[in-house]
């Protein structure tokens, strides 16, 4: 009987949308940690990425830096739900009362 390896968690595909959370201020890394570099790409893009083959609708919540962030990334993947927090400085809660009005599935995963 041929024995078989088992399955990768992210080769299987969720049935919930995905948030992503890029609204903060990042006051103490001075820029936004969605632009940080990691191998030659913005952690956001590495974010979606890699959330966006194994999930449902990748739902991005920006905030102050929204057209720095929109400029470094300008091919934003048309599956991806923008939403623009007109006031982050109330605090990720609300940024993630915003993302759930976008949820389109039974069930969202934070990231």
Known sequence: MEKTSPKHPLDTKLNSDIIIL???????MGSPKALLKL?????LELSL????????????VLGNHAKQILGAIPHLDKK???????NPKRGQFSSL?????????????VR
């Open 22 to 28: 890029a609204a903060g201020d990042s006051n103490r």
């Open 39 to 43: 191998r030659e790409k913005t952690l």
């Open 49 to 60: 990425e890699t959330l966006s083959g194994i999930s449902g609708k990748p739902i991005l």
């Open 97 to 109: 009362q915003l993302a759930l009005k976008e949820v389109t599935n039974h069930s969202a995963f």
């Open 80 to 86: 991806t739900t923008l939403v623009i927090n007109p």
